[in-house]
């Protein structure tokens, strides 16, 4: 007993946030950003959960993979892409988890619980008490108290475990009318991938496959419909234009040393949860079965040219696509997506096709991988999609959020997961503040709203309306314009270029001292923040990803378009009265806090770029107390 007894631990939250994927990390940043105290529970050694190096599913988001960049998600998602764009421009999974282990233990008010499973939790009527964990590095266990949680978990874990209203599989048509739904329910989910890389030796390297291997052939893999390739597995040198294939290619399975989305299986049983660990061998099974039909084919004239390539890492934690949907007080549906949705308590957007993919996955010989129902454009989701409609104090943050399941095959992918985490965070906060439960937080959804604004993100028909912003109502100047910009427009509310929209100010190339933005206040103010959003050209992608196509894609090093260097001088009377340089800047978001300072003019000198031939501001804000 009292081994047992030194073995246990009680800690008590604001908000505990179950589930270390990109959904928990950013909803757990976020909360802990606003002074909340913060607990994020990750079962697993490294976060990022599909985005980790455990997984390496890259981050796909509202741009659609490029086709529509002015809507590529920001906030504290993007914020991490970018740091890990200065430090990891090689693509190592490894400094990715580094990226994200150090946001979390450098964030005060955040305390991290890693190798941490969670098998149970406490309730009183329809409320949340605490969760029981068990750390299984270090054979502790935890109690964990808070008035407010937030499942993560991807398959719904908490909300199940605490009797939370879930759904699972496909609703019928008659009930939300979605135009892809089945004519009956059925019970088909989504399946599991691993993902493998290979590297090429630049010698012959021998493959013999494991006993295991389950192996496929020419025929199964490579039929088409329609003209396209249904399981691509080929070599892109083989191409006759491999650099412009890998560039332009919409399949991230294009090349033999990044493969394959597609080996995907969703098991026999009616549960996908409980099957995962038979899904998992099952999965091993193919993966090494396709690779030895890579290497060691000889069907034909069938050539893979993968003679010098060597197997480097075959992932054994399969990654989920789908299981449990808890459900809210709206379940957000495919009709919805599909006319762009906006709604009035909106707080987080998608912009993904509507992807299911086939029931059986590599098994459905004969149905594409991936049926993906492409449109332009983006839709909203509700902040009722975003808490359990029957545990009071249950927040839901990822790909179990309230959704039917054609929802879901937009909603599941991971930069709108991470964004939406985010919101979750922010109105776990507000929360708190209003000592209030999620529901009861309706009435204050606008703050939440702004919060995500003021913090870097997006919301498609939204506007900053801050009524602290002492920005908004100031004049705005500049040493040389672009044709057609006003200086005026970074405070228009919206921080980002859309469509034929700049809403922001760009210089007219660079004089030799630099270009200056210019806010004067009418009269004197008080200020102590001031937020700048920089342009990063969100038509270059930033991610971590093993896809080659995916790689040609990116530039080396940061944005160029980012500010880099920079001094903000405020003014009183026309005399100088505070200086802030800022050097070496790679983010898009530039928050600065210092004693409060009176002034009547702030000017932004821009110094120099990360390498573009214009100066470019897309937000300014000014606040008398720091937020």
Same mark, same amino acid.
């Given at each position: ?18 589930? @270390? ?41 509202? *741009? ?139 010698? $012959? ?23 396209? =390739? ?23 399975? #294009?090349?033999? *040393? ?16 409980? *099957? ?11 993966? /090494? ?38 459900? @809210? ?15 009035? *308590? +909106? ?17 459905? =010989? ?11 454009? %983006?839709?909203?989701?509700? /902040? ?12 839901? #943050? ?30 776990? +906060? ?17 703050? %939440? ?50 469509? +034929? ?9 660079? +004089?030799? @001292? ?9 009269? =004197? ?87 573009? $031939?214009? #100066? ?12």
């Amino acid at each position: 007993m009292k081994r047992t007894a030194e073995r246990f631990q009680e800690a008590h939250y604001d908000v505990i946030v179950v589930g @270390g994927g990109m959904a928990g990390v950013c909803a757990a940043l976020a909360s802990a950003r606003k002074g909340v105290n913060t607990a994020l529970i990750n079962a697993r050694p490294v976060l990022g959960g599909n985005a980790s190096s455990e997984i390496r599913i890259h981050i796909s988001g509202a *741009d659609q993979s490029l086709k529509q960049p002015d809507y590529a998600e920001g906030g504290i998602l993007y914020e991490l892409m970018l740091e890990n764009k200065a430090r990891n421009d090689n693509f190592s999974y490894s400094i990715w988890d580094m990226i994200l282990f150090e946001a979390t233990k450098q964030q005060d008010h955040l305390t991290m619980y890693h190798n941490t499973v969670m098998y149970d939790c406490e309730t009183e009527g329809s409320r949340i008490t605490a969760i029981n964990c068990v750390q299984e590095t270090t054979e502790m266990r935890f109690r964990l108290t808070a008035p407010l949680f937030v499942d993560a978990t991807g398959n719904g874990t908490l909300g199940y475990y605490a009797g939370a209203a879930f759904r699972a599989g496909s609703e019928p048509h008659s009930e939300f009318h979605e135009p892809h739904a089945p004519e009956k329910a059925n019970n088909e989910r989504m399946g599991n991938t691993i993902l493998m890389r290979a590297i090429n030796m630049g010698h $012959p390297v021998p493959f013999t496959a494991p006993a295991f291997a389950k192996h496929l052939t020419e025929k199964q893999l490579a039929k088409r419909i329609h003209c396209v =390739e249904m399981r691509d597995h080929i070599d892109v040198s083989d191409s006759p234009n491999p650099e412009e294939y890998k560039r332009t290619s919409m399949t991230s399975s #294009a090349a033999i *040393d990044y493969g394959y989305w597609w080996c995907e299986l969703m098991g026999d049983g009616d549960d996908i949860i409980p *099957d995962y660990e038979k899904i998992r061998d099952d999965l091993m099974a193919y993966a /090494y079965g396709i690779w030895d039909h890579i290497k060691n084919n000889k069907e034909g004239l069938h050539q893979h040219h993968a003679e010098n390539y060597a197997l480097d890492w075959v992932g054994a934690l399969p990654g989920m696509r789908e299981s449990r949907r808890l459900e @809210g007080d709206y379940l957000l549906n495919e009709n919805d997506i599909l006319e762009h949705r906006r709604f009035d *308590d +909106a707080v987080c957007y998608g912009g993904w096709c509507v992807d299911m993919h086939a029931p059986h996955g590599l098994l459905d =010989e004969d149905k594409l991988p991936s049926d993906c129902n492409f449109y332009e454009g %983006v839709y909203t989701i509700p /902040y009722r999609s975003y808490y359990s409609r029957n545990i009071d104090n249950l927040f839901m #943050a990822g790909r179990d959020i309230s959704t039917s399941r054609m929802g879901l095959a937009s909603t599941r992918i991971i930069g709108c997961c991470a964004i939406g985490g985010e919101a979750v965070g922010l109105a776990a +906060a507000r929360c708190i503040q209003h000592h209030c439960l999620p529901r009861e937080l309706a009435p204050f959804v606008g703050e %939440v709203q702004q919060d995500i604004l003021r913090d870097g993100g997006y919301l498609p028909g939204f506007a900053n309306a801050d009524a602290d912003d002492l920005a908004r109502t100031a004049r705005f100047t500049a040493s040389s314009c672009k044709a057609g910009i006003n200086p005026q427009d970074v405070v228009n509310g919206v921080s980002r270029k859309i469509g +034929a929209d700049f809403n922001g100010w760009q210089s007219d190339g660079f +004089a030799p @001292g630099g270009e200056t933005l210019t806010m004067t206040f009418d009269g =004197e103010k008080q200020v102590s923040e001031l937020r700048f959003v920089f342009h990063s050209d969100f038509k270059y992608p930033i991610r971590v990803t093993m896809c080659p196509n995916r790689q040609v894609q990116q530039r080396s090093g940061v944005p160029a378009e980012l500010m880099q260097d920079y001094d903000v001088e405020l003014l009183r009377g026309g005399k100088v009265v505070k200086t802030i340089p800022v050097r070496g800047n790679h983010q898009r978001l530039n928050v600065l806090k210092f004693d409060a300072t009176a002034c009547d003019q702030v000017n932004l000198r821009c110094l120099s770029t990360n390498g573009a $031939p214009d #100066a470019t501001v897309f937000e300014v804000r000014a606040y008398s107390e720091q937020k």
